[in-house]
């Protein structure tokens, strides 16, 4: 069974930096595609990033270029470094597992989730 746990998220202001984590319990971490997703008040969960068990990866438009998808399989981890973070990517934020190896930027691809973490930007 996988398990996945979310930390990091917090209040930052305006241009900022977070770096969230994901652990993953059960020895199954080496062949789960992982991604990262979000969601804001009010709004559908969408897609940040992902990356799959050969490390290649895949950001969002919205996103790119200001975060960063890496994982550590010693340590069974998953990061989103965060920079320049705008008010706009205020939201919960979830981490996600799959085994499937397509379609990895849609929400309902994933079987596992994290419970969240909140990130607050402010203006």
């Known amino acids: 069974q996988v398990q996945l746990a979310e930390s990091g998220g917090g209040l930052v202001q305006s241009g900022g930096s977070l770096r969230l984590s994901c652990a993953a319990s059960?020895?199954?971490?080496?062949?789960?595609?992982m991604a990262w997703f979000r969601q804001a008040a009010g709004k559908e969960r969408e897609f940040v990033a992902a990356?799959?068990?050969?490390?290649?990866?895949n950001v969002a438009e919205s996103v790119k270029g200001r975060f960063t998808v890496s994982r550590d399989s010693n340590k069974d981890a998953m990061y989103l470094q965060m920079n320049n973070l705008k008010p706009e990517d205020t939201a919960v934020y979830y981490c996600?597992?799959?085994?499937?190896?397509?379609?990895?930027?849609?929400?309902?691809?994933?079987?596992?989730w994290g419970q969240g973490t909140q990130v607050t930007v402010s203006s």
């Open positions: 996600a597992g799959t085994f499937r190896g397509t379609q990895l930027d849609r929400a309902d691809a994933y079987a596992h």
């Open positions: 059960g020895r199954t971490f080496n062949i789960l595609n």
């Open positions: 990356i799959r068990k050969d490390d290649g990866t």
